[in-house]
């Protein structure tokens, strides 16, 4: 992927997750940063997905009370036939 | 012997990387194993690349081993804060502010849409956000001129910066 020189706030949100894993190649990064540098939105955004990574690392499948994973799963298939 | 290849960064407060969170020591050298653009080394700036990466706190940075250009950063494996360039302070960003903002007005202060950015920067410049201001001011030259007067605008920018802050071309 070669993202545009300047990218929108809209790109940036599709590439936030390959940022956060360091799947995107090195020009693509200059260009994330960059937008990071000037734009307080998109780095608030990039904050609270790190803070949501974190939080979400240490959870395990056991820490999911039954019914909450049912409704989930629920949740998710709902999302797929949309 | 290669000779020491001077360059910068812009860090926030109290020498944080803005983007690894890593806290430089000063005057110490730090060292990784390999230098990868945006991956592993340390980065910084040219004087041209001075625009796109403003920050809190600008320092000299030393830099050794083999120095890989890049688009709009240089990377080493090895490198070591030697000053900060104090002339960099919330005042010094006001006033380049302030330029861009004379700048973009004569250029384009009566060009039907491209006089919105004038607006824009004043307000940028009023809530302390010179780097959006920066980037506004290099848009509406886009928009008037293409991609490369993007690209002359920054460099604009950077010439300014050289000048007040007496850095040299690196």
Known sequence: ??????????????????????????????????????????????????????????????DIPPELQERLLGTFREWRRL | MAAPVIAY???DEGRVAPFTRYRWPE??????????????????CRVADLPFWLGRELWEVELDGDVIAFERKVVAPRGRLTRRVEEWN??????????????????????PVLSGFV???????????????????????????????????????AHWLADRLALGEH
């Open chain 2, 27 to 44: 005057g110490e050298w730090v060292e990784t194993p390999a230098a990868v653009p945006c991956e592993a080394g340390i980065h910084a």
């Open chain 1, 1 to 62: 992927m070669r993202l545009d020189r300047e990218l929108t706030c809209a790109q940036l949100v599709e590439v936030i997750t390959d940022y956060l894993e360091g799947a995107l190649a090195p020009v693509d990064v200059e260009r994330v940063e960059e937008h990071l540098v000037f734009c307080d939105g998109c780095t608030t955004y990039l904050e609270q997905m790190r803070a949501t990574v974190a939080m979400a690392g240490r959870l395990r499948a056991e």
């Open chain 2, 9 to 11: 960064k812009f860090l």
């Open chain 2, 119 to 157: 607006g824009d920067i004043a307000q940028f410049r009023a809530t302390n956000r010179v780097p959006l201001a920066g980037f506004a001011a290099a848009r509406a030259a886009e928009l008037a001129g293409g991609p490369r007067a993007y690209e002359e605008e920054r460099l604009r920018q």
């Open chain 2, 90 to 111: 919330r005042s010094l960003a006001d006033e380049f502010a302030a330029a861009l903002l004379v700048h973009t007005r004569r250029r384009f202060g009566s060009v």
